[in-house]
């Protein structure tokens, strides 16, 4: 079973997303900030990272930026979730290291796919 990290401070969407992930075979851990996820790594094994853009303190994009600059972590994919489709936010988080970007509003099908593609 794949274990995929959670990253989202709004709890309805974290929850919604961690019981989509579950019900399609998958072991999810929610964090509610960068900082929890950051130290969830260091405890938990993960195969994949789905995170929000937009949070407070620490930003999805800053959090992928500390995985991709860390030895240990850096060969977990990390996918970036965001309800503002720039293309600029979309070009900044591939330059941090994100290795998928999926827009909000999105379909259930979509995230199991790309989590699929990138395991």
Do not use: W
């Not at 274990?3 to 075979?25: M, P, Q, W, Y």
């Not at 964090?31 to 995170?51: C, H, M, Q, R």
């Not at 930026?65 to 979730?81: D, E, G, R």
């Amino acid at each position: 079973m794949f274990h995929i990290l959670v990253v989202e401070d709004d709890a309805k969407l974290r929850s919604l997303f961690c019981t989509v992930l579950t019900n399609n075979g998958y072991l999810a851990f929610p964090a509610e900030s960068g900082e929890k996820a950051l130290s969830l790594l260091d405890s938990e094994y993960v195969d994949l990272i789905i995170s929000d853009i937009m949070m407070p303190e620490m930003s999805g994009t800053e959090m992928c930026l500390k995985i991709k600059n860390n030895i240990s972590l850096c060969h977990i994919p990390v996918v970036l979730l965001t309800a503002l489709d720039t293309v600029d936010q979309n070009i900044e988080g591939l330059r941090r290291g994100a290795d998928d970007y999926i827009t909000k509003p999105f379909n259930a099908k979509i995230l199991i796919t790309r989590c699929n593609n990138l395991i």
